[in-house]
C-alpha cells in the first residue's frame, strides 16, 4: 500500500470513529458537543476521501448511514418506507452540479421544477393515520428502526388526532418535523434557569429532548409544534393522490395537517438560489429555527426514475446556511453555533 493510501486510510479511520461519537452525542444523548458546522466540515472530508479512494469505502461508513438510533427504552418501530436523510449542498456551485446530475440522469434538458421548503431544525418524524385516526408515531431513528413516541406525539397541540374529511387513504403515514418554535424555547429555558435544571443548547436539542421522554406528560408542557414535508407509507398503493409533490403538501394541509407556510415552488436551480437568498435575509425573523432549505424535485413520477442511494433520495438536496459565527457558552460548553 502506498504512503499516501496509507494516510488517507488512518485518516478515514479517524473521520469515521470521530463522526460516529458526534453522532452518538447528538442522536442519543440529545447533547451535541460540537457545533454542526464542525460535524459537517468533518463529514465532507470524510466523503471527499471515500470518494477519491473507493477501494477504503465501506457500508459503515457513517458516510453510508442515516445518523440516529432507536433508544431500547422505547418500543422499537420499523419503518415500512425507510426514513432518509438529504444529501448537502454548501455552496451554489454544489446545487447547480444538482441540477445537472437529475438532467443527466433523466436523459431530460427541460427546465426542472422543484419544492422549495425552509429546513427546520427539529426532529423527523412519521405519523400514521388508519381509517383517518392517529393510531402511531415514530421518530426516524437510523431510517430503518425508529422509536415509538405516539403518546408524545398525541400531545402536540398542532397534531390532528383525526384528519378532516373523508377522502384519505385507509393507511397513511404523514412525515415531517417536530420543533420548538424560538420564543417557546427562550420561554423554556428561561423556566429551567429558574428550576435550576438542565439549560438546553439549542431550539433543536430542546425539541429533541422533549420529545423523546418517557413521561409523556412533561412533553405535553413543553411547546412543540409540527409542520409535515412529505408522505411516507400510503396504503392501498392505488390511491389516488396529485402527481406533484406541492400539489400532495396541499391534500395534507386539507385533512388539517399543519404545513410551514413558507413553502413555495421554483423553477430551475437558478428560482431555487432566488428562493434561498429570500429564505436567508428572512431567517433571522422567522419563529422557527432552520438550518437551510430544501429543494425537491416536484414530479412524482421523476422522484421515483431518480430513485434513492444509500442514506438520501436523489431527486432532493438540502442547502446549508452559512454557519452563525457568535460564540455561545452553555453549561459546560462552548462552542460556535
Ligand atoms: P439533515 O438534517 O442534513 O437532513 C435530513 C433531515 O432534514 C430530515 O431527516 C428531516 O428531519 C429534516 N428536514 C427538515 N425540513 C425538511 C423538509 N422540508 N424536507 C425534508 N426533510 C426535512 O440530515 P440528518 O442526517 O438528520 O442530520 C445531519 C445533520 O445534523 C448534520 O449536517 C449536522 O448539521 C447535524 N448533526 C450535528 C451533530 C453535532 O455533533 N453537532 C451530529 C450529528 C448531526
Not at 422505547?74 to 436523510?85: G, R
Not at 429558574?194 to 418517557?214: M, T
Amino acid at each position: 500500500m502506498s504512503e499516501s493510501l496509507q494516510n488517507a486510510r488512518r485518516r478515514i479511520e479517524e473521520l469515521r470513529t470521530q463522526i460516529a461519537e458526534y453522532n452518538y452525542q447528538y442522536y442519543v444523548q440529545d447533547a451535541p458537543t460540537v457545533p454542526d458546522a464542525q460535524y459537517d466540515r468533518d463529514m465532507q472530508e470524510l466523503i471527499a476521501l471515500e470518494k477519491a479512494h473507493p477501494q477504503l469505502q465501506s457500508a459503515s461508513s457513517p458516510s453510508q448511514k442515516v445518523g440516529g438510533q432507536a433508544l431500547s427504552a422505547f418500543e422499537q418501530v420499523t419503518h415500512e418506507v425507510p426514513m432518509l436523510s438529504l444529501d448537502n449542498a454548501f455552496d451554489e456551485t454544489t446545487l447547480l452540479a444538482f441540477e445537472k446530475r437529475v438532467s443527466d440522469r433523466l436523459k431530460d434538458t427541460r427546465v426542472l421544477h422543484f419544492s422549495c421548503e425552509p429546513k427546520l431544525d427539529g426532529l423527523a418524524v412519521s405519523i400514521l393515520y388508519e381509517n383517518g385516526q392517529l393510531v402511531r408515531a415514530a421518530t426516524r431513528g437510523d431510517g430503518q428502526v425508529g422509536e415509538n413516541i405516539t403518546a408524545n406525539v398525541r400531545t402536540i397541540a398542532n397534531v390532528p388526532l383525526s384528519l378532516r374529511g373523508t377522502n384519505w387513504p385507509e393507511r397513511v403515514e404523514v412525515r415531517g418535523e417536530v420543533f420548538m418554535p424560538k420564543k417557546g424555547f427562550e420561554k423554556l429555558n428561561e423556566q429551567q434557569k429558574q428550576a435550576g435544571a438542565k439549560v438546553f443548547a439549542n431550539p433543536r436539542n430542546a425539541a429533541a429532548g422533549s420529545l423523546r421522554q418517557l413521561d409523556s406528560k412533561i412533553t405535553a408542557k413543553r411547546p412543540l409544534m409540527f409542520y409535515a414535508y412529505s408522505l411516507g407509507l400510503v396504503s392501498p398503493s392505488d390511491f389516488s393522490l396529485p402527481s406533484l409533490h406541492s400539489q400532495r403538501l396541499e391534500t395534507l394541509a386539507q385533512w388539517g395537517i399543519p404545513l410551514c407556510p413558507d413553502i413555495d415552488t421554483a423553477k430551475g436551480a437558478k428560482g431555487c438560489l432566488d428562493y434561498y437568498q429570500l429564505i436567508l435575509t428572512k431567517r433571522d425573523n422567522l419563529p422557527y429555527d432552520i438550518d437551510g432549505v430544501v429543494f425537491k424535485v416536484n414530479d412524482i413520477e421523476l422522484q421515483q426514475q431518480l430513485g434513492f442511494v444509500a442514506r438520501a433520495p436523489r431527486w432532493a438536496i438540502a442547502q446549508k446556511f452559512p454557519a452563525q459565527e457568535e460564540v455561545t457558552r452553555l453549561l459546560d460548553v462552548e462552542f460556535q453555533v
